[in-house]
């Protein structure tokens, strides 16, 4: 590009839109430190406790939990600083855009949960996603729901994440349109959600001279789902399902995708739908990609250089 423009060539990337990158010979780092570091100062939460996990498992938030509101400004703020940190940290990301539903008059247990969400930032300052080089370039997709999850309207949350040779890099957590009257309609839209992201991507890898010759496997832990994708014979348990969610039916016949069952325990979009125990929360992050710059050789030091590099 030198050749053609007129440019400078500053070596290698090192930050970029509050976004620090770390290139070794091996993999790519991506991390928010120095970003989630100017958060916690900025709430005054700099010298804070740490907690192990974003949310508590057996809580539960709703639009009226009798608290009394709060500062609606201050907890906007701290929302959607912690949605731009989720550009690197998917650990956060239902913890996140659940207390995005409290947008318009927060209570106190809101803000509470949402500085929570920031201590526990404050125990994982070095964590980022890491993506390792040399793994094969295929497409794979996971999608999942809870079932009613919302106190307040009984919808569930759909939940898919995708990754690309290694580590995901696309994730989304986000509350369904409509009610669904059993685990396999759930399941079933959820699936459906994640089959959109998935042809955009592909079209997307396209673009890049990826070409995905094969069905893109989309992983899923209900069997009744898969059925319903497959089988005819259900238009009776799917006759109340809103149209728009059968174009799945399509996309498996034109093979796009190809739903795959896959255990509930194994399932990474698990942690995009619920709050989860610490054990299964901390494995399910691994298994996406985050990881702590302290478990990678030279990539912590190196990260504190290029942080004090910056300022």
């Known amino acids: 590009m030198m ?17 620090g990158v770390i290139q070794t010979p091996t993999s790519i780092f991506l991390h928010q430190r120095k970003y989630a570091s100017t ?7 700099s010298d804070c406790k740490p907690v192990a996990i974003p949310l508590v498992p057996t809580e539960k938030l709703s639009k009226d939990d009798g608290s009394g509101s709060t ?17 690197t940290r998917p650990d956060i990301m239902f913890a996140t855009s659940l207390l995005a539903r409290f947008m318009h ?8 949960t949402a500085k929570r969400v920031l201590r526990y930032v404050k125990g994982t300052l070095d964590y980022g996603l890491e993506y390792v080089k040399g793994k094969e370039a295929v497409l794979i997709g996971y999608c999942d729901s809870d079932w009613s999850g919302s106190v307040d309207d009984s ?32 399941e079933y839209i959820s699936a459906s959600e994640a089959t959109t992201q998935a042809i955009w991507l592909r079209f997307v890898l396209e673009d890049f001279g990826e070409f995905q010759t094969e069905a893109i496997p989309l992983h ?5 789902a898969i059925a319903i994708t497959k089988n005819p014979v259900f ?18 016949q034109e093979g796009i995708v190809d739903l795959i069952y896959c255990p509930t325990n194994e399932q990474l979009a698990d942690i995009f739908t619920k709050a989860l125990a610490k054990d299964r929360f901390c494995y399910l992050g691994e298994k996406l990609g985050v990881k702590s710059a302290h478990n990678l050789k030279g990539v912590l030091k190196y990260t504190l250089s290029a942080d004090r590099k910056s300022n």
């Not at 958060?39 to 939460?45: E, K, N």
């Not at 008059?105 to 509470?112: A, D, E, I, R, V």
Request: hydrophobic share 35%.
């Open 3 to 19: 050749e053609k423009y007129e440019m400078t060539d500053l070596g290698l990337l090192h930050h970029f839109l509050g976004m």
């Open 39 to 45: 958060l916690l100062s900025r709430f005054g939460l």
């Open 71 to 87: 500062n609606e400004e201050q907890y906007g703020k701290i929302v959607g600083s912690l949605l731009y940190l989720t550009a």
């Open 105 to 112: 008059c927060p209570t106190t247990k809101h803000l509470g």
């Open 155 to 186: 919808k569930s949350t759909s939940g898919y994440a995708f990754s690309f040779g290694s580590g995901v890099f696309a994730w989304a957590s986000v509350k369904q349109n409509c009610v669904a009257l059993s685990t396999a309609e759930v």
């Open 220 to 224: 899923c832990d209900s069997i009744s």
């Open 235 to 252: 238009h009776q348990k799917t006759k109340h399902i809103d149209r728009r969610y059968h174009f799945i039916k399509d996309a498996l």
